[in-house]
């Protein structure tokens, strides 16, 4: 988490407590490919996403919406099963 906190660079944290509707991310390299893991804490549904480049995350909200839509389709589920992206 700190190596994908370095990459984006928020502002400022969030200090709630989690909730089933978060999502959480994980910067990962392997095989020097850098690589974006996602989870929804309520169902633990995942999405992984090799390849990812900084510049890619500077947008993070924009990516994240992508994946989560891209991903959706193919397990045939409505894009706002996870609400309000």
Not at 2 to 22: C, F, M, N, S
Not at 61 to 77: F, M, Q
Request: aromatic share 8%; net charge negative.
């Amino acid at each position: 988490m700190k190596k994908l906190l370095g990459v984006i660079r928020p502002k400022h944290l969030a200090t709630q407590d989690p909730e089933d509707e978060d999502w959480y991310a994980n910067f990962l390299v392997l095989d020097r490919r850098k690589c974006l893991l996602l989870t929804h804490a309520g169902t633990l549904f995942t999405i992984f996403e090799p390849d990812v480049r900084a510049s890619d995350l500077k947008a993070t909200k924009n990516l994240v919406v992508e994946l989560i839509e891209r991903e959706l389709l193919p397990e045939s589920l409505p894009a706002d099963v996870f609400g309000d992206l």
